[in-house]
């Protein structure tokens, strides 16, 4: 009944069965933890988890999959961290299924290093098990190591799968690695015998459209065997947007916007398209057609984990009780910056940065100022980071001497002593 309610959204008349249950056995915990999960209450999955432990119920691999799948989802590398330690103790540190989600976990945490620490140290590894480490390499923007990793899985005899194929093309179109994604697109097909779903083939034009190659990508999708969706002719508007072709990025979204006219995301793409291109009365048309038909951009909001609390940033949010600390950081990194790029218009980068009161450049703030100094700053972000931010944060890495990473909707960021992992293909 707990797993039927919370499957149906009804979360409430889930959590009132679970609290009337006199005898909770580990079916019962595990499926409101996953109920959490499902509905996006993932701290809460995460505490119900702790909850179990300390009233003697002892969670088995499900439950410590739910829970790892929360910690994922979250960014919670603490919590991760602490069910990681409780695995152990447990003695299930080689259990298959549960390392598949340790690796997982931290992969989507943004540790690569105890990712790969997990799945050295794995007795055993099943396809699923290079899987993750071939996605959370292409996720974190190590493209070339993705790659050794899928021809080491090859060599050790795992037949490589669909969704082994997915992971590897993902990871050769975040690193701009155009031949190689060719050359696993046609291994797939005519060595493996697979045939390329939806997923592979937007795999494909998001490598060439980050790559620039814009024409080529949009001769693809014309050329595609099924019908392309709009994810696909997506992934093309946004290389339109990064290499600023704006007639091809309005003949792309004539079809994004067929496949999915109420989907305020294209939109505000499109116009960011104009806005950057100056074609001001295009933007204004733009916005009046989103005003009219209703449709409502998700807010941004970035999170970080400090001392096991998780604070929460919103775009212009002056709520939080640092906000005049963080802000006061901010103005000094801006005039820093100013100073470092000389070059520039001072007044334009000045405005730009004021008018870019992103969540993200508030949660990496916070943690700068109550972070240990050294110590990595780890930011959450539901939508893509933007490029003022993405700026700002290459100078912050660099003039405080912290590691950044930052996880935005897309991809993993690694800020390092000026320096971005994604080295452009972001």
Known sequence: MISGYSKCGDLAAASRVFEKTSERSVVSWTSMIQAYSRSGLLHDAIRLFHEMTSSGTKPDIFTLSAVLHACASSGSLESGKSVHNYITGQGLESNLFVCNALMDMYAKCGSMEDASLVFSQMPVKDIISWTVMIAGYGMHGFGKEAIRAFEEMRRDGIKPDGVSFISVLYACSHSGLVNEGWRFFNIMQKECKIEPSLEHYACMVDLLSRSGKLQMAYEFIKGMPIKPDATIWGALLCGC?????????????????????????????????????????EVKELRVKIGRRGLKKHPGCSWIEVKGKVHVFVAKDGSHPEVRKIEALLRKVREGMKLRYALMNGDDLEKEMALCGHSEKLAMGFGILNLPPGKTVRVMKNLRVCRDCHEMAKFMSKTTGREIILRDSNFFHHFKDGSCSCRGFW
């Open 241 to 281: 947007r990064i290499h600023h072709d704006v007639k091809l990025a309005e003949r792309v979204a004539e079809h994004v916007f067929e496949l999915e006219p109420e989907n305020a995301r294209y939109y505000v793409l499109l116009a960011n398209i104009y806005a950057e291109a100056e074609k001001w009365e």
